[in-house]
């Protein structure tokens, strides 16, 4: 069964061109719903699957502990797949049909203040090959709000300094060409002639960002980095790879920038996606007049 699974995720790799977080995350969760039909159910094919053997998966799913919203998303995996199954004429029924969608609360991204993101910035090392790399790192994410995954894929010649924009790749494969501002241009320029040689150890790479083994570095890698920083800027509220993301878009439209221009430098197919940003500058307003107004 897990051979119906390697030729769906070759025609989501070929034909839809997904991006590879994306397919890890189909992967991930059809293996596991393969795995409880063949394990736990007994199922040697997927013409023998009912509706109720897919919620015996989801209740296996609930019952340990899994979120809502990754639920969510693997019932949509699951549909997804027992299409495809029908369109190759492997099967003739789709039991995932008939299935709902558990209902998430959609919660509002966690952002940093200003004064947290400075913090943020002066957190890394002094003049230390891994201080300027960390800083630059920083600088970039709050500067253009690409995601870390789009960051650690960047190579040297993505960035054009002097012209003050990098070229990125995004979700599905798409280009985006991002204006870099005045100080993460000079984060930037500074780690590239001062830093970069010192950690690539004469090897022959063309990633932007290098890890003490002067190799790409990697997603897990940025997310313990930026954990240290937070911790040495004393903040103490939750941070994430994404933060600085958010934050960057919030910010921008807290200084009045246009919906639609910061859904194009943030790479959103669908506006409503960036829509969820007014909705945190308007919960920061009710808090700014519940605080400052005499009479709220």
């Not at 109720?52 to 549909?79: C, E, P, V």
């Not at 910035?121 to 253009?144: H, K, Q, V, W």
């Not at 870390?148 to 985006?176: P, W, Y």
Request: glycine share 4%; aromatic share 6%.
């Amino acid at each position: 069964m897990l051979d119906e699974v390697k030729d769906y995720l070759h025609y989501l790799t070929v034909e839809r061109g997904l991006a590879a977080n994306t397919l890890q995350s189909y992967e991930r969760d059809l293996k596991k719903y393969t795995t409880h039909l063949q394990k736990e159910l007994n199922h040697t094919n997927y013409n023998t699957i009912t509706r109720n053997d897919i919620m015996n998966f989801l209740y296996h799913l609930k019952d340990s502990g899994m979120a809502t919203t990754t639920i969510a998303r693997t019932i949509a995996s699951i549909r997804s797949f027992h299409q495809f199954l029908i369109r190759e004429k492997v099967t003739d029924q789709d039991p995932s049909v008939h299935i709902e969608t558990p209902k998430t609360e959609r919660r509002l991204p966690k952002i940093l203040s200003s004064a947290e993101v400075e913090n943020l910035m002066e957190a890394p090392e002094g003049n230390t090959p891994f201080g300027l790399r960390d800083r630059a790192m920083i600088e970039l994410l709050y500067a253009t709000g690409i995601r870390v995954s789009e960051m650690i894929q960047l190579n040297v010649s993505d960035a054009h300094l002097t012209m003050g924009f990098i070229q990125c790749t995004g979700k599905g494969n798409k280009e985006r060409i991002i204006p870099v501002g005045r100080m993460a241009s000079q984060a930037l320029t500074t780690y590239i002639t001062e830093a970069r040689g010192k950690l690539l150890k004469k090897k022959s790479n063309d990633a932007l960002f290098l890890n003490h083994h002067g190799n790409r570095l990697t997603r897990q890698g940025f997310w313990k980095i930026l954990k240290k920083l937070a911790r040495q800027a004393n903040i103490e509220k939750e941070l994430t790879p994404h933060t600085l993301r958010h934050s960057f878009a919030t910010h921008l439209l807290e200084n009045g920038a246009d919906l639609r221009a910061v859904q194009e430098l943030l790479g959103h197919v669908d506006i409503s996606t960036t829509q969820i940003y007014t909705h945190v500058t308007k919960t920061r307003l009710k808090d700014v007049y519940s605080t400052y107004h005499p009479r709220a």
